[in-house]
């Protein structure tokens, strides 16, 4: 049954804005995106957002709602009270370029700072050979749509814009720890995901997990054994003694 829900959206730059009120009719099965458009189509033509498949798989309409990083295509409407306000808007920790669109580029030069797989010499591309198992452990992580949520929420730059620079995030990380676990990657990651790119300043507060729209365990199965790598070069007297006695160039 169609009724007319009270929506309170951010407008303007990084420079300064306002939230702004709106009357909408919202129909059955429609989810905030739905909403967002029929904004731009009746009231506010110029309303920035971006979007792209409306399938909860691109990662594009990343915002916030109601103070919660969601994708605007995967937050229903049913989920909200028809008396209850619903405020939109952009993601807090990145720069806001208009309305609900922010500049992820931070994001995209963390990636460039990550070395890619590094197979070993003279394996060719059809001679990959990988365990079962080791294949399911690093599929988890290549579900992510680079929605960016995780790297949204986390407070370690969500709260403290002076540590981006040393900090990739638990998008990145996940990504270092992907390439770590992997039986065919000769590259040693711990020192840069330490030394480099701050798995250090983790934490470990599960708040990038609780925003994954693809339910990775971010937290469980990326950032803490990585953190037991890391621990286990630097401090364990086992694996020292052993990196002496059998060093070798990787």
């Avoid at 990636?111 to 001679?127: H, N």
């Avoid at 579900?143 to 981006?164: A, G, M, P, S, Y």
Wanted: with cysteine.
């Amino acid at each position: 049954m169609a009724y007319d829900a009270h929506f309170r959206v951010w407008r303007g730059t990084d420079e300064g804005g306002a939230l702004e009120d709106f009357t909408v009719p919202v129909h059955e099965g429609e989810v905030v995106l739905d909403i967002i458009h029929r904004l731009q189509a009746t009231q506010a033509p110029d309303l920035a957002v971006r979007w792209n498949c409306k399938a909860g798989k691109c990662g594009s309409c990343s915002a916030e709602v109601n103070g919660r990083p969601r994708l605007l295509c995967m937050t229903r409407m049913s989920t909200f009270t028809e008396a209850e306000i619903v405020t939109v808007t952009p993601m807090r920790t990145f720069p806001i370029i208009k309305d609900l669109v922010t500049d992820v580029s931070f994001n995209y030069q963390k990636a460039r700072e990550i070395p890619s797989f590094t197979p070993p010499a003279g394996l060719a591309p059809g001679d990959y050979r990988m365990q079962q198992v080791d294949v399911e452990r690093s599929q988890e992580f290549r579900k992510c749509i680079e929605c960016f949520l995780c790297q949204n929420t986390c407070h370690v730059v969500r709260d403290h814009e002076e540590n981006k620079a040393a900090f990739a995030g638990p998008r990145y990380l996940m990504r270092i720890a992907e390439l770590e676990m992997h039986p065919l990657d000769t590259a040693d990651r711990r020192e840069q995901a330490q030394n480099e790119e701050g798995l250090g300043y983790c934490n470990i507060t599960k708040c990038c997990t609780e925003v994954c729209p693809e339910h990775i365990k971010i937290t469980d199965n990326a950032l803490i054994p990585l953190k037991e790598r890391v621990a286990d070069k630097k401090y364990d007297p086992v694996v020292w003694l052993g990196n002496k006695l059998f060093r070798r160039d990787r």
